[in-house]
């Protein structure tokens, strides 16, 4: 039994009334990568969206790229790349050198997407998105084992050779995100891993029996990766410093992260400074809070052995601890506390399950 831990998602979003600059934003994100794999962390994710008036991450493989070359030994994550707006062959060939840049250490996370704008923006049609997404996974693997592949769902294209290779052999691991059963049970078809995100540990189980029976059923060799992705937030401040657990210090930029979700959704050609998020009702702000892992390291740390345990014993758990508004100081020192305290006792939360 084991857990492996992450730090994301990278989406260099700019908070409403944040004046820092672009590439001060990009610059932050790279130097939170570098802190990241210094202070021991297993992964690192930028996650992607198009057209958004807060500036949200719209190339995860260029900001993957810069990571690979800033750093040595940890993966570099897309959580998850909208793989039916890509050309399967450019996406192969970005993924490949991507790939080498970083000797090896992409994971290669992938989704449906969801918002009208992103599909009509990028001449896509929605309804086309689950094929589209099945034909890039078969794409990607012929390209990566060195076969001629043809250009997707358009007609009449030559078959043609993805060059250079991925460093490593076959090409990135490949994961889907999914919240459905069609769509999970999907991910255990045709990926090497299912990225789970905004579920309890009981609906963690069950997504997770549901891949793991579908890849099973596949007769593909090797194994498979169960993947969860949650905001998380721990605290080590003395009991009159402590905020409510750090509550009241996450609050304002969880309340943005995850209202600019429905924000978006619904957005047309927007464009000027991003605006904040309407007030909360009580209701509001309990079922936020519910959805964060707060509290101290070992509370943090105890919740999200939960998971491991509902994922069958092997989590690879992404900490969203990537929040747009918080401070610069801040931001590093939460990072700081959950790779320091709350990761090892993770860690050995894992290994005595091992043990037991």
Same mark, same amino acid.
């Given at each position: 039994? @084991? ?28 130097? /939170? ?53 890509? $050309? ?10 991507? $790939? /080498? ?47 001629? =592949? ?41 990926? $090497? ?24 059923? @596949? ?66 702000? $309990? ?54 305290? =709350? ?10 399950? @091992?043990?037991?």
């Amino acid at each position: 039994m @084991s857990i492996a831990l992450g730090f994301g998602l990278i989406t260099c979003q700019r908070f409403p009334g944040d004046e820092t600059s672009d590439a001060e934003l990009y610059a932050h994100a790279l130097d /939170l990568a570098v802190q990241s794999e210094q202070l021991g962390m297993d992964s690192v994710w930028v996650s992607e969206h198009h057209f958004v008036d807060d500036g949200y991450l719209p190339s995860c493989l260029p900001l993957c790229a810069a990571i690979a070359a800033r750093t040595s030994r940890v993966q570099i994550g897309t959580g998850v790349l909208l793989a039916p707006l890509h $050309d399967p062959l450019r996406l192969a060939e970005d993924a490949a050198v991507t $790939d /080498l840049i970083s000797a090896g250490r992409l994971i290669l996370g992938i989704g449906l997407g969801w918002r009208d704008e992103e599909f009509a923006g990028l001449g896509v049609p929605l309804k086309e998105r689950v094929p589209r997404m099945v034909a890039a996974v078969d794409t990607l693997r012929r390209a990566w084992r060195g076969e001629l =592949v043809a250009g997707g769902p358009r007609q009449n294209l030559a078959a043609v050779p993805i060059r250079p290779l991925p460093a490593r052999p076959g090409g990135p691991p490949l994961w889907i995100g999914a919240m459905s059963e069609r769509a999970v049970r999907r991910a255990g078809r045709i990926a $090497d891993g299912f990225m789970a995100t905004e579920v309890s540990p009981a609906m963690l189980a069950e997504q997770a029996g549901l891949a793991r029976a579908e890849f099973a059923a @596949s007769g593909r060799a090797g194994s498979f990766t169960i993947s969860l992705n949650l905001p998380v937030f721990a605290w080590d401040g003395p009991e009159a410093d402590r905020a409510q657990d750090g509550w009241d210090l996450v609050r304002d930029s969880l309340r943005y992260t995850t209202w600019k979700y429905d924000d978006m959704e619904g957005a047309h050609g927007r464009g000027g400074a991003p605006q904040p998020a309407p007030p909360m009702t009580k209701a509001e702000e $309990d079922a936020l809070r519910e959805s964060i892992i707060l509290g101290t390291p070992r509370q943090v740390a105890e919740r999200i052995n939960e998971y491991r345990q509902a994922a069958g014993g092997d989590l690879d758990f992404v900490a969203r601890l990537y929040f747009p508004g918080l401070s610069w100081d801040l931001q590093q020192r939460a990072l700081r506390i959950f790779a320091e305290q =709350v990761a090892p006792l993770a860690r050995e939360l894992a290994a005595e399950g @091992s043990r037991g």
